[in-house]
């Protein structure tokens, strides 16, 4: 009788074990998007959007209301010119520090994205350092994908993770 039970309590623990990973993997699956464009491939969470313009995208936080500051990722290529990726990414470093960054320190560092080398830079700047980029350079046969994370500086630590989801799904066909 006691083993009995015992069976009984296996089969309803792994029974529930079971639909709670099923809930935890269709609620993962609904709470993204994917876009695809004829080059490549990224998701992104509901709720944002994605908006096509002539030589790049703009994925933007529709969550919130008209009067605050929407989040933003853009996504464009760049040719490199037969420049290697820290070439390039030097380039973009000091561009970035020279027009935008007015003294504020930047973050950098080395990453895989789509088992491809990637540079990473974090910055500050606007209006008294208001707004946080976090900024993805993927190099891919002779031209770059530039991924830009843009929000507020308030908010950042709001949205990084999801920045760096789509950067991390990003994928060249």
Known sequence: MLIQINIKKMKITGLLAFMICICCCCRSISQTNTFAADQFTFEYPKGWSVVENQTYLDV??????KDQAKELVTINQVQSNGMSLE???EIHVS?????Q?????IETGSTIIDNRNAKWMQYQFGHEHSITSLTFLIYNNNEFYLIRGLCLTSDFSNFKSEFEKISKSFKIK
């Open 60 to 65: 933007v936080n529709n969550n919130r209301s």
């Open 101 to 105: 960054h007015q003294g504020k320190s």
């Open 95 to 99: 561009k970035w520090y020279d027009d």
């Open 87 to 89: 070439k390039c990414f």
